[in-house]
T-cell receptor, first 111, second 114 residues
């Protein structure tokens, strides 16, 4: 069964304290892995797509990496405005194009 | 970047009435759109897949006659909650898939049924 697990469930950081969020997945075939950011009361905001193991993408203080079993979202020197829930989702190779989401990591960055 | 809009952002209605929510892809064409429901502090729950020009595919447990989906063009899908009841109150979010299979989400619609 295709599955996505995110850890930790919640993370509190001091401003400037770098850390990583984990997304472990099991899927019969991976079409793509996606990272989104969601603020309270809003829809998810697209961050990255990763397609194959070894791929890395960066955007400002965020860097996403991918292996055959997991993805990491590295946050370097976070700021309070980085506080949000970060969602990981995989798109299996089947024909449905339905995303399988993890339960998310709630990040709080304190000034 | 790809932009998806939803309208309305908030709606309050009386029990028994119907509510229509629109989802538009503003700068790309989307053959496939998706409708999700999200409960407080929970992840997104897929309700249905909407394909342009064909019938929607509903997830198990989602009532087709209650949640009517129409995908009339490559940029517009609508979700109509028929005969709404308080238990239908929720945050509804749509997404649109581009040609690279990336899904972009709308800002969501907060439905409150009194």
């Amino acid at each position: 069964e295709d599955q996505v697990t995110q850890s930790p469930e919640a993370l509190r950081l001091q401003e400037g304290e770098s850390s990583s969020l984990n997304c472990s997945y099991t899927v019969s075939g991976l079409r793509g892995l996606f990272w989104y950011r969601q603020d309270p009361g809003k829809g998810p905001e697209f961050l990255f797509t990763l397609y194959s193991a070894g791929e890395e993408k960066e955007k400002e203080r965020l860097k996403a990496t991918l292996t055959k079993k997991e993805s990491f979202l590295h946050i370097t020197a976070p700021k309070p405005e980085d506080s949000a829930t970060y969602l990981c989702a995989v798109l299996p190779m089947d024909s449905s194009y339905k995303l399988i989401f993890g339960s998310g990591t709630r990040l709080l960055v304190r000034p | 970047g790809a932009v998806v809009s939803q309208h309305p952002s908030r709606v309050i209605c009386k029990s028994g009435t119907s509510v229509k929510i629109e989802c538009r892809s503003l700068d790309f064409q989307a053959t496939t759109m998706f409708w999700y429901r999200q409960f407080p502090k929970k992840s997104l729950m897929l309700m249905a897949t909407s394909n342009e020009g064909s019938k929607a595919t509903y997830e198990q447990g989602v009532e087709k006659d209650k949640f009517l989906i129409n995908h009339a063009s490559l940029t517009l899908s609508t979700l109509t909650v028929t005969s709404a009841h308080p238990e239908d109150s929720s945050f509804y979010i749509c997404s649109a898939m581009d040609r690279y299979n990336e899904q972009f989400f709308g800002p969501g619609t907060r439905l409150t049924v009194l």
